[in-house]
């Protein structure tokens, strides 16, 4: 065993020493690297700074040698310009001579000549004025008359009518919208031969543009929110939404049958409303519960059983149950179907859910209200 413990011993010191002598070599290759990128950085540098100094003499140069060239020439010129001042003022000087060494005759000869060319040269010098300023004149005259074309033209262009586009009814590329539902509704939503005009004719609401899924709301409170909106209501069940807890005394409007029966205890179409536990079925339903029919929501009872033909077929069936009276407590509804079967009569939908809803409660027409019709984040836009 101590063999075996000194041939380890020995082992991991030549594996200690193999490891140092790996590293040593590692770091003078990485050194030596090192040195020759630096060496070469500064051969690149140095060769740089020759090539600027290089360019910056050439560039010297030819700014030298252009200055002496302009010097040359400005001379040739001044030489070039003296030489003629000599040679006028020489001619002149001979021109006088031999002008006042003339006769009598002679000079008014040559003053007679003289007059008649600079008559000539001041007829022509008026002609020339005269043929500039019409040419002026008729150039400002093309271009006024040009203007007012341009003007005239982006009037006509002003007043003439914009081309009427089609209201795009659905997504470029999607499926054409499905037929609007007959008029006028079926009997059971007061339609159907009960004397009801048709409606006018309702603007077709194109179909939203695609938007990103968006976090359902939740009823909890802001943290922010004072204390008295953070404690539950006092029906017991914190997952009741504030505007659902029963009022203190029952409006006037209320069914007076059933407030002299029982006062003190509401009937069950009255109660608090409660939220359907759909936690067992669909465990992603329980963090965000959104009811799908009106009797989970509402708490009414279901007659449809009882009663099938007081449940027509539909996406509404849950509301054709037996209307019940809603002994003055509010309610919110939320209903969800494929927006695209929808999206070509938003305002119609919504007037049909308001009657069917009304006829559901038992309640006027009236008093229900359809907040908004809005596009979802399920399959279909729902």
Known sequence: RRRAEEERRRRRQEEEEWRRRCEEEEAARRREEEERRWRREEELRRREAARRAEEQLYARRVADEAARRLEEARQRAAAVALRQQENLARQKAEEDAAFWCLDKA?????????????????????????????????????????LKEDARRVDACKREPLPKQPLAVHQPGAAPPPAPPPWPPPAALGGGGGGMAAPPPVAVWPAPPPQKARKRPTWGRAPSAPASLQTPPATGTSDVPPW?????????????????????????????????????????????????????????????????????????????????????????????CPYTEIAHDVQGFAETFARAAALAAGVPLHRIRVHSVLPGCGVGGG
Not at 111 to 138: C, G, N, P, S
Not at 318 to 332: C, E, H, T, Y
């Open 106 to 146: 002679e000079f008014i000869k040559n003053v007679q000549v003289f007059d008649q060319q600079h008559a000539e040269e001041t007829t022509r010098r008026y002609l020339q004025r005269k043929e500039a300023k019409q040419e002026a004149k008729q150039r400002a005259k093309e271009e006024r008359r040009r």
């Open 244 to 336: 659902a807890a029963p009022p203190e005394t029952v409006p006037p409007w209320a069914a007076p049958a059933q407030q002299a029966s029982a006062p003190s205890q509401p009937p069950a179409s009255a109660q608090p409303l409660s939220w359907p536990d759909v936690s067992a079925a669909n465990p992603q339903a329980s963090a965000h519960p959104q009811p799908t029919t009106f009797t989970q929501h509402l708490s009414w009872p279901d007659v449809s059983a009882a009663n099938p033909q007081a449940a027509p077929a539909g996406a509404c069936s849950d509301a054709w149950a037996a209307p019940q009276p809603s002994a003055g407590r509010r309610a919110a509804l939320h209903v969800r």
